[in-house]
């Protein structure tokens, strides 16, 4: 099996948050967290996009993120490549370790600032997400402010991050907001970690204009495995093939991926623990006699064709 997830919180994790304690440098090898280098390097290819995410608490928080990527990178040199490119993460899959892509989660951790960005940009960040759960000077969000969509300096600011080459992430926004950005696109965008609103009716879920909208612009949405996301008061592998088997229906074949927001939350559905078990979830639906095209391009293609073949 391979496996692109496009969304963890597992750098932040390191640093210490509310589940665990902070991490020695190289932890991300092996660790006790939702996700670490050792078992997704059990999978025939395995591509992870790291999101860089705090709140201004943190100070520089993309500084305090970037730094500790960097120190991982080096740690585990021999086991991970970063990569901006689909001819990257192939290349790193060849020589059998993890293509490592980051994002950003939220502009604030870039205290919303046009050269923090470029600066994000040049660094070799590959998706930006314009907001987290609080509201900032660009946009509302769906759960603070959900009411407002960009402001003017939230269109410049999009408008910038895709002058350099980001891929915008609409996980986070609000319904507004949303179709402020797929006015703002002329090509793919992503909601890296969204379910969907049809099956459990939660804001931060995609509503079924919503995933259409992504799949016309040739963008991906990203199955989000916390639970809240998910719905039911069991939460089962079942119940993620409601969202898939939904998403699918509308056309998603080549819009479907992972986005499983593991280290960003505290349960998962039962069953799953972390990156491995992800695979619960493929097997599940190979039981229903889905063709194994369509799962290799849910779990791993669609992703990687939605960025450049080459810087």
């Known amino acids: 099996m391979k496996l692109f997830d496009g969304h963890c919180d597992t750098i932040l994790t390191l640093l210490g948050g509310p589940h665990s304690g902070p991490k020695p440098v190289g932890a991300l090898y092996e660790n006790d967290l939702h996700v670490d280098l050792k078992r997704g390097l059990e999978l025939d290819a395995y591509a992870q996009t790291f999101a860089l995410f705090g709140v ?18 080096e740690a585990n040199e021999a086991h991970m490549t970063f990569c901006r490119t689909r001819s990257q993460a192939e290349a790193a899959a060849k020589a059998h370790k993890a293509a490592a892509f980051l994002s950003v989660e939220g502009a604030e951790v ?40 960009l402001s003017g300096k939230g269109r410049d600011y999009v408008s ?38 049809a099956i459990h009716p939660h804001p931060r879920n995609l509503t079924d204009d919503m995933f259409r909208a992504i799949r016309d612009h040739g963008g991906t ?11 039911e008061e ?7 093939l409601r969202h898939i088997d939904h998403f699918l229906d509308l056309g998603g074949e080549k819009t479907l991926a992972i986005g499983g927001d ?12 972390g990156i491995s078990e992800v695979r619960l979830i493929r097997e ?22 939605v960025l450049p073949l080459q810087d």
């Not at 593991?262 to 623990?273: A, K, M, S, V, Y």
């Not at 229903?288 to 064709?305: P, V």
């Open 221 to 231: 949405a990203g199955l989000n495995l916390y639970t809240a996301f998910l719905g």
């Open 262 to 273: 593991l280290d960003g939350c505290d349960t998962l559905p039962e069953g799953i623990h």
């Open 56 to 73: 201004k608490e943190m100070g520089d928080v993309f500084s305090l993120l970037y730094s500790r990527f960097e120190k991982e990178l």
């Open 160 to 197: 910038l991050a895709l002058e350099l080459g980001l891929i915008v992430d609409v996980s986070h926004l609000s319904d507004p907001g949303f179709w402020d950005v797929e006015k703002l696109c002329k090509g793919p965008f992503v909601a890296t970690h969204s379910n969907a609103r």
């Open 234 to 240: 069991r939460v089962t592998v079942e119940t993620c």
């Open 284 to 305: 599940a639906l190979e039981q229903r006699g889905y063709e194994q095209t369509l799962l290799d391009d849910i779990f791993y293609n669609n992703l990687m064709q």
């Open 110 to 149: 870039l205290g919303c600032r046009t050269d923090k960005l470029e600066e994000a940009a040049e660094k070799g960040v590959r998706a930006f997400g314009i907001c987290w759960n609080r509201a900032n000077e660009l946009t509302g969000t769906n759960a603070e402010d959900p009411d407002r969509g």
